[in-house]
């Protein structure tokens, strides 16, 4: 109804990302299979859905710089943070990473670390956004 507003989830996470091209970084997303939310997004911000708990802000340098006093790090030549997404199979981790790869994004890989997870069950990637932004998804069965 109108003048009605939608409650959010008691618990959502909102990634903040700062990005150099807001417009190529929203493209880059999308071509992941992510949506964006209009609503939420203008010419400082755009709001990236990727379920129904957890949304990606990017923001313009300029805009993200407003969030804080500290410097925006270089996330092309350092690692900052990691962002892993558990996914329901190793077919879903291929497929997010294939379709990063696709727009743009480069793979990471580690075949030490990829034995080490082989043990315990676990399968992941790692692929960069435009921006050098640092993505795991990963597939674990869990314990029954």
Same mark, same amino acid.
């Given at each position: 109804?109108?003048?009605?507003?939608?409650?959010?989830?008691?618990? !959502?996470?909102? /990634?903040?990302? $700062?990005?150099?091209?807001?417009?190529?970084?929203?493209?880059? %997303?999308?071509?992941?299979?992510?949506?964006?939310? &209009?609503?939420?997004?203008?010419?400082?911000?755009?709001? /990236?859905?990727?379920?129904?708990? /957890?949304?990606?802000?990017?923001? =313009?340098?300029?805009?993200?710089?407003?969030?804080?006093?500290? $410097?925006?790090?270089?996330?092309?030549? =350092?690692?900052?943070?990691?962002?892993?997404?558990?996914?329901?199979?190793?077919?879903?981790?291929?497929?997010?990473?294939?379709?990063?790869?696709?727009?743009?994004? &480069?793979?990471?890989?580690?075949?030490?670390?990829?034995? &080490?997870?082989?043990?315990?069950?676990?399968?992941?990637?790692?692929?960069?956004? $435009?921006?050098?932004? &640092?993505?795991?998804?990963? %597939? !674990?069965?869990? $314990?029954?």
């Amino acid at each position: 109804m109108r003048g009605e507003r939608a409650t959010m989830p008691s618990k !959502m996470i909102f /990634i903040n990302l $700062p990005v150099a091209d807001l417009d190529r970084s929203k493209r880059f %997303y999308e071509s992941v299979g992510w949506k964006v939310n &209009q609503d939420f997004t203008d010419g400082n911000a755009a709001c /990236i859905v990727v379920d129904d708990n /957890i949304c990606v802000m990017l923001l =313009t340098h300029e805009f993200f710089t407003t969030f804080g006093r500290r $410097p925006l790090g270089d996330t092309r030549g =350092t690692v900052g943070s990691v962002y892993a997404l558990a996914l329901g199979s190793n077919h879903e981790v291929d497929a997010l990473v294939e379709a990063a790869l696709a727009a743009g994004g &480069q793979e990471e890989v580690s075949a030490d670390r990829r034995a &080490q997870e082989a043990e315990v069950g676990m399968y992941s990637r790692t692929f960069l956004d $435009p921006d050098g932004h &640092q993505w795991e998804p990963f %597939y !674990m069965a869990y $314990p029954v």
